[in-house]
């Protein structure tokens, strides 16, 4: 089961009174709770809300163009100078810099 599909499961049971205990046959009694919780407090959206510190995914084609351009400039540039003039974290410019 996906765990958009789990979530809507315990959902619509917490709509319908069902106490924690009837409804973790599909996910952990843990996160049942903790999913129980957020929809007491009306936090009813199934996603995952965005959080601090989470890493942004960045594939762009002007990312990977800048890192490029940067190398080219020069070619004994440190990964530290890219990721300073980039913003980028040291394993994203290891990546682009192949």
């Not at 009813?44 to 190398?71: F, H, Q, Y």
């Not at 004994?76 to 290891?94: A, C, D, F, P, Q």
Request: charged share 30%.
């Amino acid at each position: 089961m996906e765990k958009i599909e789990a979530r809507s499961v315990i959902k619509f049971l917490h709509l319908k009174d069902y106490s924690a205990r009837h409804t973790h046959d599909c996910r952990p009694y843990d996160t049942v709770m903790r999913w129980k919780r957020n929809f007491q407090t009306g936090h009813m959206s199934l996603t995952d809300e965005p959080r601090t510190g989470r890493p942004l995914l960045t594939d762009s084609a002007a990312t990977v163009k800048k890192v490029e351009d940067i190398i080219l400039e020069d070619r004994r540039v440190t990964i530290h100078v890219i990721m300073h003039e980039t913003g980028l974290s040291y394993g994203s410019v290891k990546k682009y810099s192949r």
